[in-house]
């Protein structure tokens, strides 16, 4: 009787690790889908900010090499003019 009544808790016990086993798979099996959506997801992410910053690069590129634009950059950022020119400031009358 001792005998058939170990077996028996014996093939419990194997048939608990079974599931626990079994469960935790397919857990990890879940996260191993969701974590390739997510590979995948952000491998498109890369690819459309690779061609954003080709086209911002190309876009720094053409400001940089045009004269105009060079000029009005130091003229908005920097204040600068040129030797014959008169800068007049315009104040509204809201400033004060």
Excluded: C, P
Aim: no cysteine; net charge positive; proline share 0%.
């Amino acid at each position: 009787m001792s005998e058939r009544r170990n077996g028996i808790i014996l093939w419990l016990i194997l048939t608990a690790v079974l599931a626990v086993w079994v469960s935790n798979s397919a857990i990890h099996l879940k996260n191993v889908f969701r974590m390739n959506l997510q590979k995948k997801r952000l491998i498109q992410e890369r690819k459309d900010l690779m061609t954003e910053n080709k086209g911002l690069e190309q876009y720094l590129k053409e400001l940089r090499e045009y004269d105009y634009m060079k000029e009005r950059m130091a003229r908005l950022t920097l204040g600068l003019k040129r030797k014959d020119e008169t800068i007049f400031k315009i104040k509204n009358g809201v400033d004060k």
